[in-house]
C-alpha cells in the first residue's frame, strides 16, 4: 500500500527549476511495481534516506525520499543516471 506522499512546496518549485522533474510526476515512480530501493549512504543526513529508481511518464526517475511517520517525503527527484538505469534493469532481469 503507497503511503501519503509530502514535501515542501519551495522545495519541489526549486527542484523543477534545477532538474525538469515535477514532485508531482516524482509521486508517480511509487507505483511502479518494478521500483528498485536502497537505502542512501552517501553521507549523514541525521535520517536514512531512500533512493528509489522507477518510471513516471515514460522516464526513469530517482527519486530521494525519507520515512516521516506514516508519510512518505520526497526530498529530490531527477532523471536517473545511466548506472541507475542500468541497475533497474538489471534488477528487474532485463
Known sequence: MIQ???WDPAKAA???RKHGVS???AALAFRDMFAVEWIDTRTCYGEER???V???EGRILTVVY???GDRI???S???ATKDEQDRYYRENGQ
Open 66 to 68: 525519507t520515512e516521516r
Open 77 to 79: 527527484a531527477r532523471r
Open 14 to 16: 526549486a527542484n523543477n
Open 54 to 56: 522507477g518510471t513516471s
Open 4 to 6: 501519503e506522499i509530502e
Open 23 to 25: 514532485f508531482d510526476q
Open 73 to 75: 517525503r520526497i526530498i
Open 50 to 52: 531512500v533512493i528509489l
